[in-house]
């Protein structure tokens, strides 16, 4: 059973610059959410996606979207890049239906914006 | 306005002895808890979760109780080890999960020899 996987590990940017961060869910997930982590703060929520569309939201501005594939692999995309924007992204996947919401993390891409 | 909150930024324990990390929480429609567990350089892994129409649940060295009036919960870990240390989150879900859950800022466990 394969984890969650992100790409790329570490990258940087400069501000205004636009970025995609990749993932693969878990084997078996149907469901897969987006967390931002920065310095010294827990995840926060970006969005959730479900069956190819966005089913949940966080309190993130329009420039951060994403995609969710067939295969339920998924984007982040964020555009016109701000300082504030460095951190960790976290993927994670889950189950719809498996009660808790447990979800499986990657272990982030880490975004410096300069 | 944090809804779970966190007031530890770091906790040393003994090894063999009682871990207890604390965790509050302002919004009563939180349907599940769940804290989860982070090493460096890794993303958070899930160790234990309680409904909010439970009061405690077990698994092994982790015990997770939850206080509702109080809007409190703690994980209690016996015997501590030194690969319990790390980074210990208290997350909430609502019911249905598509607002994704709701983390506090974490509680760093060092677990002393």
């Known amino acids: 059973e394969t984890g969650v996987t992100q790409s790329p590990t570490h990258l940087i940017k400069t501000r205004g610059q636009q970025v995609t961060l990749r993932c693969s869910s878990q084997?078996?997930?149907?469901?897969v959410s987006w967390y931002q982590q920065a310095l010294g703060q827990g995840p926060q929520f970006i969005f959730q996606?479900?069956?190819?569309?966005?089913?949940g939201r966080g309190n993130f501005p329009p420039r951060f979207s994403g995609l969710q594939f067939p295969n339920y692999s998924s984007e982040l995309n964020v555009n016109a890049l701000e300082l504030d924007d460095s951190a960790l992204y976290l993927c994670?996947?889950?189950?719809?239906?498996?009660?808790?919401?447990?979800?499986?993390f990657g272990a982030g891409s880490r975004l410096t914006v300069l | 306005d944090q809804q779970v909150k966190q007031n530890s930024p770091s906790l040393s324990v003994q090894e063999g002895r009682i871990s207890i990390l604390n965790c509050d929480y302002t919004n009563s429609m939180f349907d599940y808890f769940l804290w989860y567990k982070k090493y460096p350089a890794e993303g958070p892994t899930f160790l234990i979760s309680i409904s909010s129409i439970k009061d405690k649940n077990e698994d092994g060295r982790f015990t997770v109780f939850l206080n509702k009036s109080a809007k409190h919960l703690s994980l209690h870990i016996v015997p501590s080890q030194p690969g319990d240390s790390a980074v210990y989150f208290c997350a909430a879900s609502g019911r249905g999960g598509a607002d994704g859950l709701t983390f506090g800022k974490g509680t760093h466990l060092i677990i002393q020899p």
């Open positions: 994670a996947s889950s189950l719809v239906g498996s009660g808790a919401n447990v979800l499986t």
């Open positions: 084997s078996g997930h149907n469901t």
């Open positions: 996606y479900y069956r190819e569309e966005e089913n």
